[in-house]
C-alpha cells in the first residue's frame, strides 16, 4: 500500500505462508494434517502476531505457531467420555469429603454452608445470603406438603432438618462419608423429634433395597450439577421415577440455566475486573475467553426445556413446573439457577377458556399495570409473557451486543470495553421487573401468582401465572405444564439441552496426544509450540473464519504479574504439575493457582499428584489457602521438616541417603 506520503507500507502475504526459523512453512499444510486426527473437527494455525500486530510473524524475531483446535463433540456414551466421567464422580466426592471433613463444620451442623464459594468472589457466599436460599427452598418444597421423602444428596442436613418434623418418614442419601457424619450428628441433638429419619451412604443412582412407589416427594437439591453427564441424570431419574407414587413429584432444586450459561460467564468475568478484563482487551478477544469458559465448565448445566421432554423418557404421564428462584439477594443463585417440579400421573391444569393472555411488550404493561388489572379479581386467569427479568437482563444484553459485534460507542468516564459492557448492563436493567416485586402483588390481590422460566428461551425473560382464588383461599385451578410439548428429534435429543461437564477435561487430555501425532508425521519446526481448544472457530460474516478475532493465548501466568521462574526443586514440581494439569505452557512461582483457571476438581488433581510426588498428606484446603506454587512449597516443605523432625537419628540418615542427588533442599 502507497502511503500519502509517497512512502510504500508492507501489509503482508495474502497466502498464508510464513517463515520460522528460517524455514518457510505454509500453514494450510499443518491446517490439513490436524484436521486429519480422528478427534478434531476444525484447525487453523498461525504464526503468532510481532508487538506492532502487523503481520502472521514473519519479521517477528521470536516466532511461534499457535494452532487453534476445535474437538470434535464426544458422545456420553463414548468410551473416553464415560472414564472422565467416572474421573469426576469420584474427584467430586474428594471435594466433599475435604469439605465436610474439617472440624470447623462441626461447630454449627444445623446450618453447615462449608464449600458454598461464590463463582464472582472465590469466596464463601455471606451466610445472610445463605439462609435465604435455605428458608425460600424448604418453603418451596412445604407448599408441595411431602410426607414419605426421599432425599438424594441430602449432604449435611441443611433441608433435611427443617423438613423432616413435618413428614412421616424420610431418607437421606448421599456418597459423601464427611456429609453423612455432620448430618448424623444434628439428627442426634433434635433428639427423638427425628427418630423416623435414615440416612444412606450411596451413590445417587443405588436405589437397591428401596420400595417402588412408596415416596411422594424425592428431592434433589443443588445436586445434578454435580452429575457428570446426562446420562448420569437420566439413569438417576429413571430410578427415581420407578419410586414415586401416584400424584408424587421430584423437586430438582437449584439447577444451573443452560440458556443463560454465557451471560452468567460474561457476569463473572466483569465482576473480577481488570484482572479479567484489562483494558486492552478487544470484543473479539473477549468473545474468545467466553468460549473458552464454556468449554472448560465442569459442571451439569440444563435447559428448562430438558424437563419437558423427559417425558419421552420417563413414560408417566404427569406436568412440570421450571420456577424461577426466590430471594431479595442478588447472586449467581437468585439469577441463574431454577427449580424443576416433575409431577407424575396428573395431568397439566388449563387455564379456563376466560383466560387473559399477555404480553409484557406488546402490551404496555408495567408493574402498576398489573397491579391495577389483577385488583378487582374481574378475571379466572391471566398469563403475562415475554417479561423482562432485572437480574439477568443485563447480562443477556450485553452478552447479544457482544456476539453480533454490535456494541454501540458509549460516551462514559470509562470507555474500555469493560466500561462500555457495564453501562449496556445498566440500560437493560432499567426497564426490567424484578421477580420478587411481582410475588408481592400477592398480598394486594385475590391471586395465587407463580413466575415460570420459558423451556426454551435464552433472551431472559420469565411469564407470570395468576389464578384467583375461591373463598376459602384455594386456587381454582393448579400450576403446571405439560411433559410432551417439545417434539422428539432423531437421535438422543436429550442431549441436546444440557452441556457435556468432560468435554474441558477431554480437551486438555487431547492436546498432547495431538502434538505427539504432528510430531510423527512433521518436523519440529512445522509443529506448533502453542495450542489453543476452542468450542468454536469466530467466523466473519460471510461465514469464513475470522483469523483476527482468534483469542491471543498469551504466555500463560496470572494476569498483571511479572513471570518468576520456580527457584528450587520443591517449586519445580508444583509448577510442573500446574502446568500439566492446567494446559499452561508456562507457569511462576507466584501465579495463582484460581487466576489461572483452576477450580475444586482441578485442585483434587494436583493434591493427588502431589501426594504421589512428596509422599506427604496434603489436604485438599491447602490449594485455597495457598494458592501459589511458592507458598504450597512453602508449606509442603514445612510439612518435610516436621516428619523429619520425628524420625529417629538412622531413619534421617537412610532418607538422606536415599535422597542423595534427588532432592538438594
Known amino acids: 500500500r502507497r502511503r500519502a506520503d509517497g512512502a510504500i507500507e508492507y501489509l503482508g502475504r495474502i497466502d498464508h505462508q510464513v517463515k520460522i526459523r528460517g524455514f518457510r512453512i505454509e500453514l494450510g499444510e499443518i491446517e490439513a494434517r490436524l484436521c486429519a486426527h480422528p478427534h478434531v473437527q476444525q484447525a487453523v494455525v498461525a504464526a503468532e502476531m510481532n508487538d506492532a500486530g502487523k503481520g502472521l510473524g514473519w519479521d517477528a524475531k521470536n516466532e511461534r505457531l499457535i494452532a487453534y483446535i476445535v474437538p470434535k463433540a464426544l458422545r456420553s456414551d463414548d468410551l473416553p467420555s464415560v472414564l472422565a466421567a467416572e474421573e469426576m464422580l469420584t474427584q467430586w466426592q474428594t471435594v466433599f469429603e475435604a469439605a465436610y471433613g474439617s472440624p470447623e463444620i462441626t461447630k454449627n451442623p444445623g446450618f453447615n454452608t462449608a464449600g458454598w464459594v461464590s463463582s464472582y468472589t472465590g469466596e464463601e457466599i455471606p451466610a445472610a445470603e445463605m439462609r435465604e436460599w435455605v428458608e425460600e427452598t424448604v418453603s418451596r418444597i412445604k ?12 449432604g449435611t442436613g441443611l433441608l433435611l432438618l427443617r423438613l423432616a418434623p413435618f413428614c412421616e418418614r424420610y431418607i437421606g442419601m448421599d456418597f459423601s462419608q464427611a456429609a453423612l457424619r455432620s448430618a448424623a450428628a444434628a439428627i442426634e441433638q433434635e433428639g427423638p423429634a427425628l427418630v423416623h429419619v435414615k440416612l444412606l451412604h450411596r451413590a445417587a443412582t443405588d436405589f437397591s433395597g428401596l420400595e417402588q412407589k412408596s415416596f411422594d416427594t424425592i428431592i434433589l437439591n443443588s445436586v445434578i450439577q454435580y452429575f457428570p453427564s446426562v446420562d448420569y441424570l437420566l439413569d438417576v431419574l429413571e430410578g427415581a421415577a420407578q419410586l414415586v407414587e401416584p400424584g408424587g413429584r421430584i423437586f430438582l432444586g437449584d439447577v444451573r440455566h443452560f440458556g443463560l450459561l454465557r451471560a452468567f460467564h460474561l457476569s463473572a468475568e466483569l465482576e473480577k475486573g481488570s484482572e479479567a478484563i484489562p483494558p486492552g482487551m478487544t470484543a473479539a478477544e473477549l468473545r474468545g475467553l467466553l468460549d473458552l469458559r464454556l468449554l472448560q465448565e465442569e459442571e451439569l448445566v440444563i435447559e428448562p426445556a430438558f424437563f419437558a421432554a423427559l417425558g419421552q423418557r420417563l413414560k408417566r404421564p404427569g406436568a412440570v413446573e421450571i420456577l424461577l428462584k426466590r430471594g431479595r439477594h442478588s447472586n449467581e443463585m437468585t439469577q441463574f439457577r431454577y427449580d424443576a417440579i416433575l409431577h407424575f400421573d396428573a395431568a397439566a391444569s388449563q387455564p379456563a377458556a376466560e383466560a387473559v393472555h399477555l404480553d409484557w411488550i406488546g402490551d404496555d404493561l408495567s408493574l402498576a399495570k398489573l397491579r391495577s388489572l389483577l385488583a378487582d379479581g374481574q378475571h379466572q386467569c391471566v398469563k403475562v409473557t415475554g417479561v423482562p427479568n432485572r437480574r439477568v437482563a443485563g447480562a443477556v444484553r450485553a452478552v447479544k451486543l457482544l456476539a453480533n459485534g454490535e456494541l454501540p460507542d458509549i460516551p462514559a468516564p470509562d470507555a474500555t470495553l469493560a466500561g462500555r459492557l457495564r453501562s449496556l448492563w445498566a440500560e437493560g436493567c432499567a426497564a426490567a421487573v424484578d421477580p420478587e416485586d411481582v410475588w408481592g402483588l400477592v398480598d394486594e390481590s385475590p391471586y395465587e401468582i407463580e413466575l415460570f422460566w420459558p423451556q426454551e428461551s435464552s433472551d431472559g425473560c420469565f411469564e407470570i401465572l395468576c389464578i ?46 495431538i502434538r505427539e501425532y504432528l510430531l510423527e508425521m512433521l518436523p519440529d519446526y512445522m509443529v506448533p509450540g502453542r495450542f489453543v481448544v476452542l468450542p468454536s472457530l469466530p467466523v466473519t460474516q460471510s461465514g469464513k473464519v475470522d483469523r483476527m478475532a482468534l483469542p491471543k493465548p498469551g504466555d500463560g501466568g496470572s494476569p498483571g504479574r511479572c513471570y518468576v521462574a520456580p527457584r528450587n526443586r520443591t517449586e519445580e514440581i508444583i509448577v510442573a504439575t500446574w502446568a500439566e494439569v492446567l494446559g499452561e505452557p508456562r507457569v511462576g512461582a507466584h501465579d495463582n493457582f484460581f487466576e489461572l483457571g483452576g477450580h475444586s476438581l482441578l485442585a483434587t488433581q494436583i493434591v493427588s499428584r502431589l501426594r504421589k510426588a512428596f509422599d506427604v498428606e496434603i489436604p485438599l484446603r491447602l490449594i485455597f489457602e495457598k494458592p501459589t506454587p511458592a507458598g504450597l512449597a512453602e508449606a509442603i516443605e514445612a510439612e518435610l521438616v516436621q516428619i523429619i523432625d520425628a524420625m529417629t537419628d538412622d531413619e534421617a540418615e537412610r532418607l538422606l541417603e536415599a535422597l542423595s542427588g534427588v532432592a538438594d533442599d
Do not use: M, W
Open 143 to 154: 407448599s408441595l406438603k411431602p410426607r414419605r421423602v426421599l432425599e438424594i444428596g441430602c
Open 468 to 513: 384467583r382464588r375461591e373463598g376459602d383461599g384455594r386456587p381454582l385451578c393448579g400450576f403446571g405444564k405439560t411433559f410432551t410439548n417439545v417434539p422428539a428429534s432423531a437421535g438422543s435429543p436429550l442431549h441436546a439441552y444440557a452441556n457435556n461437564p468432560a468435554q474441558g477435561r477431554l480437551a486438555r487430555t487431547l492436546v498432547p496426544k
